[in-house]
């Protein structure tokens, strides 16, 4: 059973992840917390008596049910509705860098060129266009395996499908961001 030392040191230890997450599949960051800050909910209030072994996949699933609820409801109110906002572009401010934990993999920034880091940057921000553009399914299976470093079966359980259904997703993923890659003459 977890104490709530333990929940909490557990929700703060994810939150900025499954923010990632969530930021990739909506490309909302408003709708991106509500859905963590609801998953978080979720987890704290009906779970949070399990065993801290447990909670990772819990809330793994907990998170991808709340982001499936969040897309049928979106698909009901566009069904409805067609508010002018829906014809903006995505409100990129380049703030969000997908791929941070790769920029500072180099042991002295100052060692390395400037064009090498800008090169760098560029390449990482085509990565996380071509991420977005994966279907959903695939970019979920993408993150959790590669993002969230979760195994076959860890990832199936959170995604509520077989174990081969996540193996098919992840490579098509990068098949698809290979190809992407190369066609902008990225070598992956």
């Given at each position: ?74 698909k009901t109110r566009n ?57 959903g399914r695939q970019r979920?299976?993408f993150l959790m395996r ?43």
């Amino acid at each position: 059973m977890a104490t709530e030392r333990e929940l909490d040191t557990f929700l703060r230890g994810v939150e900025k992840r499954a923010f990632k997450r969530s930021f990739y599949h909506v490309r909302n960051e408003e709708s991106a917390l509500d859905i963590v800050q609801d998953s978080m909910m979720k987890l704290a209030e009906h779970y949070g008596h399990k065993a801290p072994e447990e909670l990772p996949m819990l809330f793994q699933r907990i998170l991808s049910n709340t982001t499936l609820d969040w897309f049928r409801r979106q698909k009901t109110r566009n069904a409805l509705f067609s508010p002018l906002g829906d014809f903006d572009g995505p409100e990129g401010d380049g703030e969000f860098d997908v791929l941070e934990a790769l920029l500072g993999r180099s042991d002295d920034p100052q060692q390395e060129s400037s064009q090498n880091q800008a090169e760098r940057a560029q390449t990482l921000r085509v990565i996380e266009q071509e991420i977005q553009n994966l279907p959903g399914r695939q970019r979920e299976a993408f993150l959790m395996r590669y993002w969230e470093e979760l195994d076959v079966a860890e990832t199936a359980s959170a995604m509520g499908c077989s174990q081969g259904s996540v193996k098919t997703h992840c490579s098509r993923a990068v098949s698809a961001l290979a190809k992407a890659l190369r066609l902008k003459g990225i070598d992956p």
